[in-house]
């Protein structure tokens, strides 16, 4: 194998993670996890955490999914033509509302799932922000050499899906949900009073006395 099959080889394998289940999936279970749990009774700790990660569970799959309904509106008004589709004139071939995957070029999809994950990721978590933008970065390179999209289709798709978080994010800010809106125009994320630091104790405490409980039950005598 050559060394240009090698490093596309490498893409095609990276590129796979620009599509948005593998991690909507696991998000989705777990926020309707979240929601049958809070049916019950907990301490006030407990419910406080069980609101709190998951509304910010919510922001993420709704900061990903907005946008991505948006790309693929998007893809099919203006039906670019992909990189080597037979007959096709290039970047500026346009056929609208073609319903095949070939003339869905821009923007990228997979690269909007990416920034869109991303940045949502970031704004709750500033801190690691070159960590979470690396993976962007590393999809939407791969949706190139793969000859998926030009690079053009790239930067659209990350365009579109940082702009369309950070407008789902500042509609949250308006509204206290998740972030909440500073003097000077900043936005930050909404901290409840000691959830964080408590979530993992609070639980801890509440297995044990359900574990308490039950050692405590009395034990039916087993028959001969």
Not at 161 to 185: D, H, M
Request: glycine letters at 8%; charged letters at 15%; hydrophobic letters at 50%.
């Amino acid at each position: 194998m050559s060394y240009d099959d090698s490093v596309r080889g490498f893409f095609y394998w990276v590129t796979r993670y620009g599509k948005a289940d593998w991690f909507l999936w696991p998000l989705g279970l777990t926020l309707l996890a979240i929601l049958i749990a809070s049916g019950f009774e907990w301490p006030l700790k407990v419910r406080a955490a069980l609101h709190h990660w998951g509304a910010r569970i919510a922001f993420i799959i709704a900061a990903v999914a907005i946008p991505g309904l948006a790309t693929s509106l998007l893809k099919l008004v203006v039906g670019r033509a992909r990189p080597g589709v037979e007959g096709s004139h290039g970047i500026l071939d346009v056929t609208t509302f073609a319903l095949g995957a070939d003339f869905q070029s821009f923007p990228s999809g997979h690269t909007t799932n990416a920034i869109t994950l991303a940045v949502a990721l970031t704004v709750l978590w500033p801190r690691y922000w070159a960590f979470f933008l690396s993976f962007p970065i590393i999809i939407g390179t791969s949706r190139v050499m793969v000859l998926d999209h030009y690079p053009s289709d790239v930067m659209g798709g990350w365009l579109l899906g940082a702009v369309g978080v950070l407008w789902i994010r500042n509609w949250c800010a308006r509204r206290k949900l998740v972030f909440r809106p500073c003097p000077g125009g900043r936005v930050v994320r909404r901290r409840l009073p000691h959830v964080e630091s408590a979530t993992w104790p609070a639980l801890r405490d509440t297995a044990q006395s359900l574990l308490t409980a039950a050692a405590a039950m009395p034990q039916s005598r087993p028959r001969d």
